[in-house]
């Protein structure tokens, strides 16, 4: 049985075959989604349009998330070629690299606007944008990391955008509720992505997991992808403003 069967899906985030939003839309496609991608820049077009033509994309367009042009954009064409969408999968974040090492006091102004702006409010903001188009019983999807509650070293500005992007999940469940849509986030435990390589000290932070988490291993973007096809199915029909820890059992220890 194919668990998305007929489902139409918007991706925003995917980067390269490593990434977390590229497994999570493999597994969509083999459970019977229809798929449509965006992508942040020109820089990451010549990654993202190939891997929209692998997994059948039905449109791959650019989408700066900082703009609410772009996403409008984005939810025009979903409307032309899907009439309805039923899931969005938000895997987005960004912040300087100067605001990911030291201390978390010297973030400056500007870095913290960005971290904010791009990881946490372009959720709301792509929802706001997707709104009238979304499925009774549609499910969004974001993600998130353990920085959002816990001291990460060197996580910093991206720790607190979580923290905001975590909440923000809560408040968006609440107004979408009414309608049937799910709003949920997977925490998803440290993963070798493009995006963690601007993380200081990140293979320290593996090993950590390996030896300390109860399952001793690293998760992978297949244990994630899994995680999201259940949040995203009937089977997570029961499920809303929720935070899916995926890393092992990392989470639950304490000294």
């Known amino acids: 049985?194919?668990?998305?069967?007929?489902?139409?899906?918007?991706?925003?985030?995917?980067?390269?075959?490593?990434?977390i939003a590229?497994?999570?839309?493999?597994?969509?496609?083999?459970?019977?989604?229809?798929?449509g991608f965006t992508y942040a820049g020109e820089a990451l077009k010549k990654r993202v349009e190939p891997i929209s033509e692998e997994l059948g994309g039905k449109f791959c367009i650019q989408c700066d998330v900082s703009k609410d042009e772009d996403i409008l954009?984005?939810?025009?064409?979903?409307?032309?070629?899907?009439?309805k969408v039923d899931i969005?999968?938000?895997?987005?974040?960004?912040?300087?690299?100067?605001?990911?090492?030291?201390?978390?006091?010297?973030?400056?102004?500007?870095?913290?606007?960005?971290?904010?702006d791009i990881s946490a409010y372009s959720l709301v903001a792509i929802c706001?944008?997707?709104?009238?188009?979304?499925?009774?019983?549609?499910?969004i999807v974001t993600m998130t990391y353990y920085g959002s509650v816990k001291v990460v070293q060197n996580y910093n500005v991206m720790g607190v955008a979580k923290a905001a992007l975590e909440s923000s999940v809560r408040y968006l469940a609440n107004d979408l509720g009414p309608k049937g849509v799910r709003v949920n986030a997977i925490s998803a435990g440290p993963i070798k992505t493009l995006a963690a390589s601007g993380i200081s000290g990140f293979k320290s932070i593996l090993s950590q997991i390996e030896e300390k988490a109860p399952l001793k291993k690293n998760v992978t973007q297949e244990d994630v992808a899994k995680a999201a096809l259940f949040l995203c199915?009937?089977?997570?029909?029961?499920?809303?403003?929720?935070?899916?820890?995926?890393?092992?059992g990392y989470n639950i220890l304490g000294l």
């Open 233 to 248: 199915s009937d089977l997570g029909s029961g499920v809303t403003g929720d935070i899916l820890y995926v890393d092992s």
């Open 1 to 19: 049985m194919r668990l998305l069967e007929g489902k139409n899906a918007v991706i925003f985030g995917v980067a390269n075959d490593k990434s």
């Open 88 to 116: 969005i999968v938000h895997s987005v974040a960004y912040a300087p690299a100067e605001a990911l090492k030291g201390r978390f006091v010297d973030t400056p102004r500007e870095g913290f606007k960005i971290a904010l």
């Open 73 to 83: 954009s984005s939810a025009q064409k979903a409307k032309e070629l899907f009439g």
């Open 22 to 35: 590229y497994a999570i839309s493999k597994l969509f496609k083999e459970n019977g989604a229809n798929l």
């Open 128 to 139: 706001k944008a997707y709104e009238e188009i979304l499925s009774d019983n549609a499910s």
